[in-house]
């Protein structure tokens, strides 16, 4: 793993301020994206710009999402400590140190092979509870449900049934649908509460495994 220095820690601040004066209030999420190096989710060329707010590439047709998004997402989610939180889409793995970070238990779905193993490899070295899979978001992981929270961090073209029935009664799923950040709570009834929480914009999410 990339060295984190002083120079590191000191950018990951004004990134922290500046997340707080785009209207992310949560403290857990804030404390997160302090402590969560992301520069070591990018590729070293990139490291000089791993704090601005702004998405990159990370290879496969993939991007890390600009940390203003992880944050919202995550504020979203209204994670609590202990929490089982299914991440459809691992990608750099960034969001899901985040979220091991808030205390929650990770389990994570990749599709892209390549990207699947380039990251279960550099999760291994951080102290947070992440299970990486791989497979295909759409079907979720029904042997580790029921989940408390859902995220998914590509663009779906609708709500997948497979992980509504994966969540809890009253758990949340945070989804980027047809470009509209949507927060969905299940009823006790099995309805589904859907916020909007305005537009966005998502590599699309895929099915089947890729081989790239």
Same mark, same amino acid.
């Given at each position: 793993?990339?060295?984190?220095?002083?120079?590191?820690?000191?950018? =990951?601040?004004?990134?922290?301020?500046?997340?707080?004066?785009?209207?992310?209030?949560?403290?857990?999420?804030?404390?997160?994206?302090?402590?969560? &190096? =992301?520069?070591?989710?990018?590729? $070293?060329?990139?490291?000089?710009?791993?704090?601005?707010?702004?998405?990159? &590439?990370?290879?496969?047709?993939?991007?890390?999402?600009?940390?203003?998004?992880?944050?919202?997402? $995550?504020?979203?989610?209204?994670?609590?400590?202990?929490?089982?939180?299914?991440?459809?889409?691992?990608?750099?793995?960034?969001?899901?140190?985040?979220?091991?970070?808030? *205390?929650? /238990?990770?389990? !994570?779905?990749?599709?892209?092979?390549?990207?699947?193993?380039? !990251? /279960?490899?550099?999760?291994?070295?951080?102290?947070? =509870?992440?299970?990486?899979?791989? *497979?295909?978001?759409?079907?979720?992981?029904?042997?580790?449900?029921?989940?408390?929270?859902?995220?998914? !961090?590509?663009?779906?073209?609708?709500?997948?049934?497979?992980?509504?029935?994966?969540? /809890?009664?009253?758990?949340?799923?945070?989804? &980027?649908?047809?470009?509209?950040?949507? =927060?969905?709570?299940?009823? &006790?009834?099995? !309805?589904? /509460?859907?916020?909007?929480?305005?537009?966005?914009?998502?590599?699309?999410?895929?099915?089947?495994?890729?081989?790239?």
């Amino acid at each position: 793993m990339q060295e984190d220095t002083f120079r590191h820690k000191g950018m =990951r601040q004004n990134l922290v301020q500046e997340l707080k004066n785009k209207g992310i209030t949560d403290s857990n999420v804030l404390d997160a994206i302090g402590a969560v &190096p =992301r520069h070591v989710f990018l590729d $070293s060329s990139f490291v000089e710009f791993a704090y601005q707010d702004q998405a990159f &590439p990370i290879g496969s047709g993939q991007t890390i999402s600009q940390p203003l998004t992880v944050a919202m997402q $995550s504020q979203l989610l209204n994670v609590s400590r202990g929490m089982k939180v299914l991440e459809i889409g691992t990608g750099s793995g960034y969001q899901s140190c985040i979220l091991g970070h808030m *205390g929650a /238990k990770v389990f !994570t779905i990749e599709r892209q092979r390549n990207l699947y193993f380039k !990251t /279960k490899q550099l999760l291994a070295e951080f102290p947070y =509870r992440i299970n990486t899979f791989l *497979g295909d978001g759409y079907k979720g992981l029904p042997t580790y449900g029921p989940f408390d929270r859902i995220i998914i !961090t590509a663009g779906a073209p609708e709500i997948p049934q497979d992980l509504v029935n994966q969540l /809890k009664t009253g758990g949340i799923m945070v989804i &980027p649908l047809n470009e509209q950040m949507l =927060r969905i709570t299940k009823q &006790p009834d099995g !309805t589904l /509460k859907r916020e909007e929480f305005g537009d966005c914009k998502f590599v699309p999410m895929l099915k089947n495994i890729g081989n790239d």
